[in-house]
């Protein structure tokens, strides 16, 4: 086919287009509605169409259990497959009831497992819309549905509608697997079921053959061996009930001469003995049970379940049952058992082959019990006579050999033929004799053995069973000799005629000596049980020599079940009668006797005796009320929980059988004699006065058109009928305990009788008498029968007739009203309503026809029983049953209610009050149902239902409300609370979850809007505020709240009608307050912020919002534009950031976002100065710091609260949280927090900080409050926290890494921007990476720090770009103290602001040869908003700078980086001597061994050269300090190889090869070192050093990275110095921290920032002195360059980067110079010569090749040993500790007391030590210090510029 066609995606009907014909096939559809509703329905079964939908649902569904890795997912493929060949059977094949009770169970369950919407199905299982029910009959549904059981696809039970409820019929199905038998002989398996209660069995038997292995001899032809044990009850279930499988060996009596010593042999012996004489004896085996009592309980399937045999124990297989019982019991295991499967099965076994037709086959052996069932089913027709053998004592008198007998049945008719059919032994074949079980050597055999008789013919008054005896011998000879000797028989009949009764039975055992053919003839005129002897009969045998002995006999046990053959006489006396044959004497005999027969024998021949019944009651009066009582005994019986059945046989007799047309007045005469003078037969006749009725009216009727003069006889029967009526209605008022039960009876059926009587009486004039009927029932008595005769009138026909119902409704109603105002009879009363209102509103076209007007009576039943409804709603427990059920009820009468009806309800209401009553009482209750709703979520059709109904009466109270309380007329006035309380109805109808159709999906979102019950939900807000008039303040601002809840739900219209309501209400504030709208800007900010964080709102009303506002806000002439637009721009910020907030807290399952909006928000209420806003998030923030154990972050968060606080006893209002309630003033509050702050400083270890929150109440506590108590407290408190900053194991330092977010995909408050993070304890940055992917999963990482391209940024990807960043610390404080480095390591990387990284580049064509030539470095320097740490781990940055270093400067920084590791390996090194010493190994071999040293040699070629020298002479100074630093790092070298040595002679002297090799290398090293330096230093002159020159002079050195800010900002004048990198005080903001005095110094006297920047990696050696006692104690002291260089100002900017030197600005000079006073040292003449010289006292050494602040931090020291021991000393050399190396710097020698002993006593140890052993031999460390640069005094010169400068030659 050619062409296209237009069409529409089935889950986007929005996303239209065209198809190819070809892909398209044509399907019969029916179309309903039409337009923007219209609905298309394929053509299509139901059915099909339902699992097309559930196909769709679980297909979305389907995404969601696979995302979430759900268990379920596998089941629901599985199950979507299963419906699709469903689907596919439906469509081409017939459907059966069955199928589709099974499609739709599964269905259910899955929708249960799914938490999917119920839907309502028929009985049959087909689906009901919604319409074709009322609102009580769609709850009865879902109750339904919640009370079946979740069985996955069940199907027990299912029953046609032509099928009766036979639930409490169960049958066991059992299908017979095979045996593991050793038996070595064929066996027959005697299935049958056994009550271990009584001892018995109760059930027939079904008998297998098996072969000598234990299979079916069958089992090859295909036939299963299974049947169903059926017709059990509730009694039989609960009992102790077993299946006992009887094992009975087939084949010949083993002889004892015959010896079997294998197997071989026994099948040998068992081959030969096969004739069919010998070898057809039944021997028993052994016995199977098994326990039934777990299927019955469990109602489960049990599949190929082993039953374990036990040995027949050589007394009778029956007593071996209770052996296998006890055995199974202690679950003792067998090797031989057989396997069986079972399963349990509820209903008529008839039915059940309908509904398992593949487990219940044609082939099924149906097995019943023995008797009738406790339910006997018409039609279920059986003709069985069951014999049991039970024993037998033969020969008891005599004392000789015992015999083995066998004895055998067969069914002989009077002519002496054996029936060939006559015996059933539970095989599929009648047999003609039936053979016991041998028993070896027993005369007394206890068998116990049932058969049933087969085929009976008619004729069986002339049956008899004949026993007879044989004694079968061991050998096999003898054997087939084998006679009768003795014989029994028992007659089918009695002598009545009636066939044997039930019951046990002693036959007389005749025996014989010699061989005789038993006949009839001989036997059946004796006596045949011993019953008949004892009662005189003789027994006489002329011709044969037989004689008895009444010792002998023979017991067994008759059990007859047939529905054709009768044991009761009295019945079949009945059955023989004949009018023209009995007398009335005779009648009344018969009668009598037959009201004594058993009710079975009865219900057997139930048409023939209601037929002999009617005959007589119709002949004459002569028998009296005789033939009545017949007649009531009758119906009674089949009124019988046993006979129910049988109802249907009377109803087809009525239909089909009764013909009698004369009896209908004599059975009115004798109801009504009966019920008027006979009070013991009233009982009886109450009973069945319905069916009684029923045949009098049929016979009237059948008069009626047989007489066409009838009428005579017509007024005459309905004068009788109304006598009955009136005897019935004079029954009731008498109270009497022996009419109580018969009045029950009237009451429950007194509905039937109208429908009967309405037959020939008018419905008019029938209700006149149910009037007097009600009338006359006690108000106090009988009231639950009451009510369900009530109800029972309500659904009769006599209801539907409108005269009838006009006098039924006003009682009934008056009477339901009482009950409901007394909280009586809530069960019953429910019943009756819920029938009457389903009665008043018809769904068909054809009941509202038979129905008629019903406007009058709905008002009556509103008007006596709304508010009865409402107050059981009221006062009913919220989750109990008569709460639903109530509420459902009036819902369902609201239902009823037009607005005629409203109106007039409404207009009734004469007392004000009682209006406002009703309308406050549907307000509440309908507010309580939607806050808590009643019905499951699942109940979707329910819910809507109740919707729209509710929605109808809202706008209907809406209208009663503006008419009678908007405005002060008719005596009424404006009533707020009314209005108020309809106003919050309204607000909470529209916004409940089950109406916001967007979040459905869209298959039902699609179902929903088709649907009947779909629902407006727009209640007019704007025309109901809008008509309120000069009432419109009285609910502001109430009202905000509530309309922001309106306005925030997804529905446009709603948006626009309630958003203008806003600006209104401000309008409406601003005349009133004094010109302002503070309460409406309030109350919106606070509920705002409530209802978003709770899920509603979105970005499209903050659009909507800011759109309408603002225009509202210019066209408008109350309020000034200028206090109306912020207000708006106000709101339309915080609406922003609380969606940020609530879409983060929602969908980022990471702290990070949610911790980023909750400050956001904090700032925002700060802006505005909302602080209980502001402290509510403060809340929020600090609980998600600690559920992220940021107890650092959580401590700063809680000091924002305290700052609010004062010190004073001012109350808390604003401020008051809900962990504080029993605090009420500020100054305690304040306290508190403080003390939970310095908890989570201290848990965080943020020691400093908790300190100073001590120091603030210690000084409350003293200075103010003089509670030295608590003074005491605090002050121990931060004794113990410096304690842990001194003691403690070393705090991990805050490292710190720059983010950057890029690209829309990230949150707004993330996007493009950048970030300081602060990282865990110990985290590398590999760590860090995998810790930002893991919160932000789709990100890409990007590998450059460059800022990344313009679409990367616009994109709506995510972009990361981490690396770490270093802090730019202050350390001014420690410019002048000797602190610790425990101490100053805190403040190096906290209470930072400035950050910064850097990454190298080459700039300019790259050096092959050395591309340390043109290797650059780019440095960018940023700034956070805040200090860090602070209330987040992270802060924004904001402004970067970029400064680039250049390749001399980068090398400065890389060596003085190497020297800092160096020097930290040592220090670690020193403080834990055990440590592992590769570490320090490593580093020391990497900078010394010439092989991997290449970076210091590369500097050499490229900065040491005089080409370079020559290109760039104004970089001499920056050559030379980097000729220092590698001069210094030599030092320091040694001094790593001094602590190596030490460490390797104490704990690893293996490694004392390498130690040596690092010597030689460091030795090789200095004299490369040496290669390098020119002469730097003039000569020094040695002067008497005073203490604090040699402190001065022991100092560390400033860094150079001083230099490279001042280089960066050469014109940053102070005030900018301070904006930049001065520690800033914590503002009032987000960001803020507490004042720390330590801070408040005067700017002017701080060091600038740059001085100390990046010393972020400097760690200062302990001075020597503080532990003189330590041998791993530094010998050298040191101090920072901060003491020598302070208040220096330098400028460096990138810009003079690349000039000379020489263009470098001082500040001022003499701050560049150290005055080094040195005091004089004894040494020896020869040293003189040898050691440099120091300047004199008050000379100051000027550094003319230094830049500015190139000072080293740790001057290194030469020193030489004289033979007197004498120390010398001589210049050291140090670098900064920070991270990048710093400039060098000259410091004096310390003199000789100021060295530790433990260097002293080493080197004098070294030099004996030498001395003693080897006088020529030069030690160690002269070596080193020969190797070392010599200093020659110089002289003093001066520059151009006059500056004095010292020239030292090295």
């Keep these: 086919m050619l062409g296209w066609y237009c069409g529409y995606v089935v889950h986007n009907e929005s996303q239209k287009g065209v198809f190819p014909a070809n892909y398209i096939t044509l399907k019969d559809y029916i179309l309903e509605k039409q337009g923007v509703m219209e609905n298309i329905i394929p053509k299509d079964k139901p059915l099909v169409t339902e699992i097309v939908e559930k196909l769709r649902e679980y297909g979305d569904i389907l995404k969601m259990l696979y995302l979430n890795r759900d268990q379920k997912f596998l089941n629901l493929v599985g199950f979507m497959y299963e419906l699709m060949d469903y689907r596919q059977k439906i469509m081409y094949d017939d459907v059966t009831p069955e199928l589709i009770h099974t499609i739709t169970a599964q269905i259910t369950y899955w929708n249960r497992v799914l938490k999917l919407d119920v839907t309502l199905r028929n009985e049959r299982g087909d689906r009901i819309e919604e319409d074709e029910l009322t609102i009580v009959e769609i709850y009865e549904k879902h109750m339904d549905s919640c009370t079946k059981p979740e069985i996955k696809g069940e199907t027990q039970g299912f029953r046609n509608d032509n099928s009766q409820n036979y639930s409490d019929i169960y049958n066991l199905f059992v299908n017979f697997k095979h045996g593991v038998l050793e038996a070595f002989d064929q066996c027959d398996a005697v299935l049958s079921l056994y009550d271990a209660t009584t001892d018995s069995f109760i059930s027939e038997s079904i008998q297998i053959s098996l072969n000598d292995k234990g299979m079916p001899v069958d089992l090859a032809k295909d036939i299963e061996y299974d049947a169903l044990f059926a017709d059990l009850d509730n009694n039989d279930i609960n009992s102790k009930l077993f299946l006992v499988c009887q094992l009975v060996r087939i084949g010949i009596m083993h002889p004892k001469s015959i010896r079997v010593r294998d197997q071989n042999d026994l099948m040998a012996v068992l081959n030969r003995h096969k004739d069919p004489k010998t070898s057809g004896l039944r021997r028993p085996y052994g016995v199977a049970v098994y326990d039934l009592k777990n299927t019955f309980a469990e109602k489960v399937d049990n599949n190929d379940v082993p039953m374990h045999v036990v040995s027949y124990d050589n007394e009778s297989l029956y007593s071996t049952i209770k052996k296998a019982i006890r055995i199974s019991a202690e679950k003792k295991g067998a090797s031989e058992s057989v396997w069986i499967s079972l399963k349990l099965l509820r209903g008529y076994h008839k039915d059940l082959r309908r509904t398992h037709p593949l487990l219940i086959k044609q082939t099924t052996k149906i097995i019943g019990k023995f008797g009738f069932p406790e339910v006997i089913v018409p039609g279920d027709d059986r003709n069985d006579i069951f014999v049991t053998i039970a024993f037998a004592e033969l020969d008891k008198a005599k004392k000789g050999k015992q015999k083995n007998l066998q004895l055998s049945a067969s069914v002989i008719d009077a002519k002496g033929n054996n029936l060939s059919n006559g015996i059933n032994m539970g095989k599929n074949e009648c047999v003609s004799t039936y053979s016991s079980v041998v028993y070896h050597q027993e005369n007394s055999p206890f068998w116990m053995e049932t058969f049933k008789l087969g085929v009976i013919p008619d004729n069986y008054k002339d049956l008899h069973i004949l026993f007879y005896f044989k004694h079968r011998h061991t050998g096999e000879v003898k054997d087939k000799d084998s006679r009768i000797f003795a014989f029994s028989y028992l007659k089918l009949t009695n002598p009545d005629s009636a066939v044997i009764g039930d019951g046990s039975y002693e036959l007389i055992i005749y025996k014989t000596d010699k061989p005789l053919k038993v006949t009839p003839d001989i036997y059946l005129s004796n006596p045949s049980t011993l019953n008949e002897v004892i009662n005189g009969k003789d027994a006489r045998f002329p011709n044969h020599d037989i004689q008895f002995n009444t010792k002998d006999f023979l017991s067994i046990h008759i059990r007859v079940c047939s529905t054709k053959f009768t044991q009761s006489a009295k019945v079949l006396g009945l059955l023989k009668w004949n009018e023209a044959i009995c007398k009335p004497k005779t009648t009344i005999k018969i009668l009598e006797n037959f009201m004594d027969a058993e009710k079975s024998e009865i219900v057997k021949f139930l048409v023939a005796i209601l037929d002999i019944i009617f005959r007589i009651l119709s002949k004459s009066d002569q028998s009296g009320i005789l033939p009545y009582r017949a007649l009531v005994f009758i119906l009674c019986t089949i009124e019988g929980e046993k006979f129910r059945g049988f109802k249907k046989v009377f109803d087809s007799f009525i239909e089909n059988h009764f013909k009698e047309t004369s009896v209908h007045l004599k059975l009115l005469t004798d109801i009504k004699n009966v019920l008027a003078k006979e009070e013991k037969g009233v009982p009886d006749t109450i009973k069945v006065l319905q069916p009684l009725l029923r045949l009098a009216i049929k016979s009237e009727k059948l008069n009626e058109r047989q007489n066409e003069r009838s009428g005579s006889i017509k007024k005459r029967f309905i004068t009788k009928l109304i006598d009955v009526l009136s005897a019935i209605n004079n029954l009731m008022p008498i109270k009497s305990e022996f009419l109580l039960s018969p009045q029950m009876e009237i009451l429950s059926s007194y509905a039937l009788y109208c429908k009967e009587i309405l037959n020939v009486l008018s ?209 009424r006035r404006f009533n707020y609370q009314l209005w108020n309380n309809f106003l919050q109805l309204s607000v909470a109808f529209v916004t409940q979850d089950v109406l916001h159709l967007e979040k459905y999906p869209f298959s039902k979102y699609r179902k929903i809007l088709r649907s009947i019950i779909s629902i407006n939900v727009n209640v007019n807000f704007d025309k109901l505020i809008y008509n309120e008039g000069k009432f419109k303040i009285n609910f502001i601002p109430g009202i905000v709240g509530p309309l922001l809840e309106v306005a925030l739900l997804p529905n446009q219209d709603l948006r626009g009608a309630v ?46 919002f800011r759109e309408i506002m603002i225009r509202l806000c210019n066209n408008n002439i109350t309020i000034n534009p200028s206090l109306s637009l912020p207000f708006v721009e106000t709101i339309t910020l915080l609406i922003e950031k609380l969606l940020d907030y609530h879409t983060v807290h929602n969908t980022y399952e990471s702290l990070h ?74 100054c305690k509050l304040k306290e508190t927090l403080y003390h939970e702050i310095i908890d989570y400083f201290d848990r965080g270890q943020n020691w400093e900080d908790a300190i100073s929150i001590c120091k603030r109440l210690a000084i409350r506590y003293e200075a103010e409050e003089f509670d030295y108590e608590k003074l005491s407290s605090i002050l121990k408190r931060l004794a113990e926290l410096y304690n842990k900053i001194v003691n403690e194991p070393i705090r991990p330092a805050s490292v710190y890494y720059y983010v950057g977010c890029y690209g829309k995909g990230f949150p707004s408050f993330l996007s493009n921007k950048t970030f300081i993070h602060r990282g865990r304890p110990l985290e590398q940055i590999i760590d860090f990476q995998h810790r930002m992917q893991r919160i932000f999963p789709d990100a890409l990482v990007l590998s450059t720090l460059d800022l990344p391209e313009k679409s990367k940024m616009e994109s709506n990807k995510q972009y990361l770009q981490i690396c770490k960043a270093d802090p730019v610390c202050n350390l001014d404080q420690f410019t002048e103290t000797q602190a610790s480095e425990r101490v100053k390591r805190y403040y190096k990387t906290n209470h930072v602001q400035v950050f910064q990284f850097s990454r190298p580049f080459h700039k300019g064509k790259k050096e092959t040869e050395n591309e340390f030539a043109t290797l650059w470095l780019k440095r960018t320097i940023l700034k956070t908003k805040y200090v860090l740490p602070g209330i987040l781990q992270w802060f924004e940055t904001a402004n970067p700078e970029i400064i680039e270093i250049d390749p001399l400067e980068y090398a400065i920084e890389s060596v003085q980086m190497k020297v800092q590791d160096l020097k930290d390996v040592i220090e670690r090194a020193q403080q834990n001597p055990k440590s592992n010493i590769n570490n320090l190994g490593l580093q020391l071999n990497g900078i010394l061994d010439a092989a991997v040293n290449g970076g210091i040699a590369q500097y050499a070629k490229v900065f040491f050269t005089l080409k370079y020298i020559t290109d760039y002479p104004d970089r001499e100074s920056s050559i030379n300090r980097l000729k220092e630093l590698i001069l210094y790092l030599t030092r320091v070298a040694e001094d790593g190889v001094e602590v190596h040595g030490d460490m390797v002679k104490t704990g690893a002297p293996s490694l004392q090869p390498l130690h040596d090799k690092i010597t030689s290398n460091l030795v090789e090293f200095q004299e490369k070192v040496n290669g390098y330096h020119k002469p730097l230093y003039s000569v020094i002159k040695r002067k008497k050093e005073s203490r604090t020159a040699r402190r001065i002079a022991s100092s560390k050195y400033l860094s150079h990275r001083s230099s490279i800010l001042q280089e960066k ?99 001022v000079q003499e701050r560049l110079t150290a005055e080094l006073r040195l005091s004089a040292s004894s040494t020896s003449d020869g040293d003189k010569d040898d050691t440099p010289s120091l300047p004199p006292k008050n000379a100051s050494l000027q550094l003319s090749d230094i830049g500015s602040a190139t000072i080293p931090t740790k001057p290194p020291r030469y020193r030489s040993t004289g033979i007197d021991g004498s120390s010398e000393n001589y210049l050291s050399l140090s670098l900064t500790g920070s991270s990048h190396a710093g400039p060098l710097d000259v410091s004096p020698v310390l003199p000789k007391k100021t060295v530790p002993r433990r260097y002293n006593n080493s080197v004098e140890k070294k030099s004996n030590k030498n001395t003693t052993n080897d006088p020529n031999q030069t030690s160690t460390l002269e070596k080193r210090r020969s190797s070392l640069p010599q200093f020659i005094a110089g002289s003093v010169s001066s520059d151009e510029n006059g500056t004095k400068k010292f020239d030292t030659q090295v």
């Design 763 to 971: 419905p008019h004039k029938l209700s006149d008498y149910v009037h007097e009927f009600l009338q006359n029932v006690p108000p106090d008595r009988l009231i639950e029968s009451k009510l369900a005769c009530l109800r029972n009138i309500v659904e009769s026909p006599l209801f539907l007739d409108v005269d009838g119902r006009n006098k039924l409704m006003p009682d009934i109603c008056q009477y339901v009203r009482i009950l409901l105002f007394n909280m009586k009879e809530l069960g019953p009363c429910y019943c009756l309503l819920k029938t009457l209102i389903n009665k008043l509103q018809p769904r068909s076209a054809d009941l509202k026809e038979k129905l008629g007007p019903t406007l009058n009576h709905i008002y009556n039943l509103v008007e006596f029983v709304l508010r009865p409804i409402m107050a059981v709603v009221s006062k009913a427990d919220p989750f109990s049953t008569v709460h639903l059920n109530y509420a459902t009820l009036m819902i369902a009468l609201f239902s009823l209610l037009e607005k005629e009806h409203f109106s007039i309800y409404f207009a009734s209401f004469h007392d004000d009050q009682d209006l406002v009553d009703l309308l406050n009482e549907i307000h509440t209750t309908f507010l309580e149902l939607i806050r808590k709703p009643i019905y499951k979520s699942d109940w979707h059709i329910m819910l809507m239902s109740q919707n729209a109904i509710m929605l109808n009466v809202i706008r209907q109270c809406f209208t009663a409300l503006t008419n009678y309380y908007l405005h002060d007329n008719e005596g």
């Design 1153 to 1226: 976002s949610r911790l980023h909006c909750t400050v956001n928000l904090l700032n925002f209420y700060k802006d505005i100065s909302k602080d209980e806003m502001y402290v509510r998030y403060v809340y929020k923030l600090r609980d998600l710091h600690l559920e992220a154990k940021s107890y650092i972050e959580a401590g700063y968060t809680l000091l924002l609260h305290a700052e609010l606080l004062k010190w004073n006893d001012t109350k808390l209002r604003s401020h008051k949280v809900y962990e504080y309630t029993s605090i009420d003033l500020e």
């Design 1059 to 1104: 958003i203008p309501i806003f600006f209104d209400m401000m309008c409406c504030e601003y005349s009133h307050n004094e010109e302002n709208f503070n309460n409406v800007e309030l109350e919106m900010i606070q509920r705002l912020d409530t209802l978003i964080e709770s899920g509603e709102g979105d970005n499209q009303y903050k659009e909507m």
């Design 1609 to 1707: 900002s050469p014109t940053r004048t102070p005030g900018d110095d301070e904006d930049m990198f001065t520690r800033s005080r914590r503002s009032q903001s987000a960001g803020q921290l507490f004042e720390d005095p330590r801070f408040e110094s005067d700017n002017n006297n701080r060091l600038n920032d740059g001085s100390s920047w990046y010393n972020n990696r400097r760690e200062t050696i302990s001075d020597s002195r503080s532990n003189p006692g330590s041998r791993r104690s530094s010998p050298r002291q040191s101090l920072t360059g901060d003491d020598l260089f302070k208040n220096n100002s330098l400028d460096y900017t990138p810009s003079k980067a690349k000039h000379d030197d020489s263009h470098l600005r001082l500040s």
